[in-house]
C-alpha cells in the first residue's frame, strides 16, 4: 500500500473534537483530544478508502494534502426565523454550564488522585 497525506480539520465540539476531511465529506469521527481525534480520522479515512478500493470508486485525487490551511471567521446576517435551534442550543448550554463545571472539577480531581497513586506506587 502506498502513503498519502491529507488535510485533515479538527473542531471543537463540546467535550471533543470533530473530524473533518474535506475531500472526503463522509468521513465522520471525533475525538476526545486532537491525538485521539486525528487517530481516529486516520482510522476512519483508511477504512474509506478500502471500501473505495473495493467498490472501484475514483482514485484518490492529487489536492487531498494542502501545504497549509487558512481558516477564518465571517460574520454572516441570518434571518431570526433560522436561528430558532442555535438560540434553543445556547439557552442548553448555559442551563448545563453548571453541571459541566461540576463535572469538569470531579474529573480534574480525579486525575490529581490518579497521579497521587502512581507516585506512591512508585515509592514501594
Not at 465529506?25 to 479515512?45: K, N, R, Y
Not at 436561528?83 to 480525579?110: C, F, G, T, Y
Amino acid at each position: 500500500m502506498a502513503k498519502q497525506k491529507f488535510t485533515v480539520i479538527l473542531m471543537p465540539d463540546g467535550d471533543g473534537y470533530q473530524v473533518i476531511v474535506p475531500h472526503y465529506p463522509d468521513v465522520i469521527s471525533w475525538g476526545q483530544t486532537p491525538e485521539e481525534a486525528f487517530e481516529m480520522a486516520q482510522e476512519c479515512l483508511e477504512l474509506t478508502l478500502e471500501i473505495h478500493a473495493e467498490t472501484h470508486k475514483d482514485p484518490v485525487i492529487p489536492n487531498v494534502h494542502a501545504s497549509h490551511v487558512i481558516v477564518g471567521t465571517v460574520e454572516a446576517e441570518v434571518p431570526e426565523v433560522l436561528m430558532s435551534e442555535i438560540r434553543e442550543h445556547e439557552a442548553e448550554m448555559e442551563r448545563q454550564k453548571p453541571e459541566m463545571e461540576r463535572l469538569k472539577k470531579l474529573r480534574q480531581k480525579e486525575r490529581e488522585r490518579e497521579a497521587m497513586a502512581v507516585m506512591a506506587d512508585g515509592d514501594c
